[in-house]
């Protein structure tokens, strides 16, 4: 009796004792795969860093090795190519622009007479090519020459000739300076100190705070036109939004290695930026305050409050997936880029369609494919680790679903917040090069002209001629019909 009683308490401790080791044999198999996980997301992370700082500016896959806006025409073309492959025809140079001036040196042959027969050699044509010349920049002092008259009789009346009022009272600085200053920093990315040296080389002293200054003399100018590009913004049937990052060293309140935003904000042809000292929906809300439309955005959480209607990107959902590939070669995430590419495809071959049909065909062809997309990415999710590289991908699409397949519903809409990130791209190329901004009002002088830049660039004109004649032009503005007239759309260039 005592002997069957010890080994029903053995049998018990061992089942005991073997369901303590699946339990721990369960939470060390759960723990190793957080480690895996975390390892992998370390590693993906530092292929990102390496790719940043070393690697090509494009989104690439490491095997694949196509471009990502080029994958829908390998994917699709890639037969009918094989099929016909034509030899790559040499270039012709362009011509040079019939506009610039010439200056002709002309080359006689020193023999006169034919070595033949000495007849005189006489005149039987000639051959021309052409070089560009460049002349550096030329500076000139503009002395304005106010004549006075002065009464005879009284001599008590002096009249003064006027002039046009300048676009900073009492300064060396004339419009065509401002504007060069304005578009080497802002469009083309030169810090003010490199300008400054610049000036030294031609014998002009010009500080690096003096520029500054007037840059944030001239945003100030320009808020006028800058009000009004906004009032038709919010006009327009859908908005792109996006955000990236500035340094500010003298913001109350932070340290100097705190990150600031600056925002973006995109209606087709008029681009406008924002600086706020924070990335929070209260900043997001003063941005876009009063606009009920549509609002196309990356998926960043604050725009969700900001109005009724908005649209994803897919550029970002595709991004989630080739970081994927980034890191190895995995059969759904490839998948998943594929299909991706196959709407982008349906958009080339629809992208000057009207509207409505654009509509039409999305509802056709591209429907069909986001319903693969959708069913893909369910059967996925099951079974995958959230926080994996793949998993976030997943997860991305999952939580934005709604807003990507809006865009089928209106041939307005795009696929795509490419626009927003296109006008964003010139402040970061040129925060690689100037780093910081030194105050708020310095950040803030940066939005103003930044957007206008870019807007004036949209609108396919000359920046530094447009800013010439703002400069010129508009200290003497009265009225808001004569700053309407200094807008992009209504200006009259040279």
């Known amino acids: ?47 990102d860093l390496k790719k ?20 829908a025409e390998v994917l699709t073309e890639t037969k009918a190519k094989k099929a016909k492959v034509k030899k790559k025809k040499s270039g012709k140079r362009k011509p040079l622009p019939k506009t610039l001036e010439r200056e002709d040196k002309v080359y006689k042959p020193e023999q006169t007479t034919c070595p033949h027969d000495g007849a005189k050699l006489i005149y039987a044509g000639e051959e021309v090519s052409e070089q560009l010349k460049f002349i550096p920049a030329h500076i000139k002092v503009i002395r304005h020459i106010r004549h006075k008259l002065a009464c005879p009789q009284c001599k008590q009346h002096i009249a003064t000739a006027p002039k046009p009022a300048d676009p900073i009272p009492k300064s060396i600085a004339s419009p065509e300076l401002l504007s060069y200053i304005t578009v080497s920093k802002y469009a083309d990315g030169l810090p003010l100190y490199r300008l400054s040296q610049m000036f030294k080389r031609l014998d002009i002293s010009i500080s690096r705070t003096n520029m500054a200054d007037w840059m944030i003399r001239c945003s100030t100018l320009i808020q006028p036109l800058v009000n009004l590009l906004e009032d038709k913004l919010f006009d327009k049937p859908f908005i792109h939004m996006d955000e990236t990052t500035v340094q500010v060293l003298k913001e109350p309140g932070k340290k100097p290695s705190s990150k600031s935003y ?12 924002d600086y706020s000292s924070s990335r929070s929906t209260k900043a997001a809300e003063k941005i876009i305050k009063g606009y009920a439309k549509t609002l196309i955005t990356d998926g960043y959480g604050v725009y969700d409050t900001l109005t009724n209607k908005q649209l994803g990107c897919w550029a970002h959902a595709r991004r989630y997936f080739i970081k994927v590939l980034d890191n190895g070669e995995h059969a759904g995430a490839r998948k998943m880029v594929e299909l991706i590419a196959e709407l982008y495809q349906i958009e080339k071959q629809i992208k000057d369609d009207p509207p409505d049909k654009k509509k039409i065909s999305r509802q056709d062809k591209s429907k069909p494919i986001l319903a693969k997309i959708k069913a893909l990415n369910d059967e996925q999710l099951i079974g995958c680790a959230p926080k994996s590289i793949f998993g976030k991908a997943l997860g991305y699409l999952h939580n934005q679903w709604p807003k990507l397949i809006g865009y089928i519903e209106n041939g307005h809409y795009p696929i795509d917040n490419n626009p927003a990130e296109n006008a964003i791209r010139p402040f970061v190329v040129g925060r690689k090069n100037w780093l910081f901004a030194n105050t708020q009002k310095g950040a803030k002088a940066s939005a103003n002209l930044y957007g206008l830049i870019e807007t004036v ?27 309407e007239q200094l807008l992009p759309e209504n200006i009259q260039l040279d």
């Open 1 to 47: 009796m005592l002997g069957m009683k010890s080994a029903q308490k053995l049998q018990q401790e061992n089942a005991k004792l073997r369901a303590e080791i699946k339990q721990q044999s369960k939470v060390y198999e759960q723990t190793l795969k957080d480690k895996n996980t975390y390892i992998q997301n370390l590693e993906a992370a530092l292929i």
């Open 457 to 483: 660039k949209a609108h396919g004109l000359n920046p530094e001629k447009y800013l010439t004649e703002i400069y010129r032009q508009l200290p003497n503005a009265k009225t808001v019909e004569q700053i």
């Open 262 to 273: 600056m925002w973006v904000r995109r209606g087709q042809d008029i681009i406008l930026f």
């Open 52 to 71: 940043y700082r070393f690697g090509s500016s494009s989104e690439k896959q490491n095997n694949a090795q196509t471009a990502l806006f080029n994958e």
